[in-house]
């Protein structure tokens, strides 16, 4: 029935206010206000419309996103957009295309990398999209490898110019997004070469394609790399590919903040530390772990809708059927992924500060938080994108069946997420990372430095490692410092475990080798205590609303609860709790899912998303599902005719044939 709100006795049930929960999840009541207009502008806007990309050609997509990005350029000029409007309007159309990278990357890499007269020469082009540019670094045969990238750029002193070459097949660009049919420029990795010497691994400004027919300049060859996961979905992206053949450009095209090549040919280091010419990717990292809370929160919205309206099995004492939310395994797939999707929000915000921060010191020309930034924003991109692909996945079979329908939103969801897990850095690789840094603290460990920032509880070694959880009853395990020590001595002990070991190989660097899986582990320990840590410093923050602090402490407990649950093996095998300890947590998460199920369909309203945005048949906001299932099957092009095409090729011979054997 139109009008009716099937999940009303559902919103009835909630504990407390949703409106200021909007607020804590927003971030601020500006940023409430921000989202939940332009949110409603896209939604009622019919170009920004999305529930036909499924059966769109290639083409059709592509040209859909170039479409979509014209007008949402135009309202945001016309209407006169801030930044943060602007951010929010890309957000809510929905759709990956090149401006993701030409704001997310280009741009940035511009402002990290460039002197101030290269930004004053190139911004401005830039931000008024009379160039658009991509970020071309991964080559056909190195993405994680950085520094085995095979791109040349060779200094020639006769012309003032770079030759930039690509020598084999393999040096080709592979896979920048924007670059395969929109990008007129790209930030292009290659190796500088001058005097014969090669310098490693720098950013040039290249143009590609021609400013008045788009036709790609003498000497780049450049294209669309193909199909990829899934119908629609990552496919309005044109990832490309790009050969160059002795492609000059001018000196002062190479980005030249960090480092510089004079007219004579003289390379000039500067005090800075080069890695920040990964610079950018340090930025998207810290952007793509606040949207690993988007992407999740969007699928368990639907989840946790549809199955309050969902009913199977009569309950046990007759009656209507049960809504399957009131099973407790539901709860114990469900009620985690909600959690973790507020954790991932709470996380994601601290990650921008930080970022922030960083970037301030780096100014001043202060490098040693540097470290400590690459490995929060690598392990936490790492360790929240895995969680969320993961969790959109259990989502989807959430919703049993018809989870697995394209208009569940589940299946797009999933497909364009899932790339995540890969692009900015693999997610192994990544973790790596932070295990390096790990290794190296505990390695300092007594030599006077102490650990700060994130490491900072590893100052406290001696008590971490010899420490008892003191846990005696279910509710002790509501009591922040008992939650934080037992992931404290775990994350601790399994680090210590490692450099144990390492330091039983002569060759270090043939140790870590073999110990790769054991640091991967430990370094998610630590990444986990980090969300964890964050939350709780959250909720133990100034929060307003009737029952908003109290749904939050539960949600972090079930969060710290569930993880302990899940990795209770790195619990018991490093003593950090004992197995009557880890029944009473398990208790606990019992007791904690019943208090959060009245809760469950409000909690999802606070993220205040829009059918539109959420794109799903199971997720809609007043639960009317069944009704609207038939709507969009009939849409489907399959039934436009009753009889469908082919038949009388290829399905009445069949049947033909079968009736004359029959009648032998
Ligand atoms: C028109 C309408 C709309 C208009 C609207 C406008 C608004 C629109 C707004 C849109 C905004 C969008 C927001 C952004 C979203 C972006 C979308 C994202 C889409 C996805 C695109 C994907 C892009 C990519 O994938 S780009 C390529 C990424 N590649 C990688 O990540 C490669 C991974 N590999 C590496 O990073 C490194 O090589 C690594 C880390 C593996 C290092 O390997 P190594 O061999 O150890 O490295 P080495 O170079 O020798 O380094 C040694 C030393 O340095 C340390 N290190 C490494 N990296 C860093 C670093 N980044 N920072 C600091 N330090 C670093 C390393 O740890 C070593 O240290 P020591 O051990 O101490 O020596
Ligand atoms: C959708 C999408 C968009 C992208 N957009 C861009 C873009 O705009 N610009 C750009 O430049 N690039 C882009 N990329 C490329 C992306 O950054 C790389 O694919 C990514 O960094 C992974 O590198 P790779 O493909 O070389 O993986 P590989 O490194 O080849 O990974 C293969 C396997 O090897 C493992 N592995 C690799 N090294 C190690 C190691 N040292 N130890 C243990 N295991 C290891 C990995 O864990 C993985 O299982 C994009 C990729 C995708 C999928």
Known sequence: MEGVDHLADERNKAEFDVEEMKIVWAGSRHAFQVSNRISRLVANDPIFEKSKRAVMSRKELFKNTLKKSAHAWKMIN???LSDEESIRFRSFMDQPGFVDLHWGMFVPAIKGQGTEEQQQKWLPLANNMQIIGCYAQTELGHGSHVQGLETTATFDPQTDQFIIHSPTQTSSKWWPGGLGKVSTHAVVYARLITNGKDHGVHGFIVQLRSLDDHSPLPGITVGDIG???????Y???DNGFLKFDHFRIPRDQMLMRLSKVTREGKYVASDVPRQL?????????????SNASNALS???????RYSAVRRQFASQNGGTETQVIDYKTQQNRLFPLLASAYAFRFVGEWLKWLYTDVTQRLEASDFATLPEAHACTAGLKSMTTSATADGIEECRKLCGGHGYLWCSGLPELFAVYVPACTYEGDNVVLQLQVARFLMKTVSQLGSGKAPAGTTEYMGRAQHLLKCRSSVKKAEDWLNPGMVLEAFEARALRMAVSCANNLSK???????????LADLVEAAIAHCQLIVVSKFIAKIEGEIKGKGVKNQLKNLCYIYALHLLHKHLGDFLSTDSVTPEQASLASHQLRSLYSQLRPNAVALVDAFNY??????????RYDGNVYPKLFEEALKDPLNDSVVPDGYHEYIRPLIKQHIRSARL
Do not use: P, W
Request: glycine fraction near 12%.
């Open 277 to 289: 010419v990964y610079g950018t990717m340090v930025f998207v990292r810290q952007s793509i772990v």
């Open 227 to 233: 199909m990829k996961f899934g119908n629609g979905a």
């Open 610 to 619: 829009t059918d539109h945005y959420l794109g799903s048949v199971l997720g």
């Open 298 to 304: 969007r699928a368990v919205c639907i989840a946790t």
């Open 235 to 237: 496919n309005s992206m």
């Open 505 to 515: 190989f002569e060759n270090q660097e043939q140790g870590f080798s073999e110990l």
């Open 78 to 80: 016309e209407l006169r």
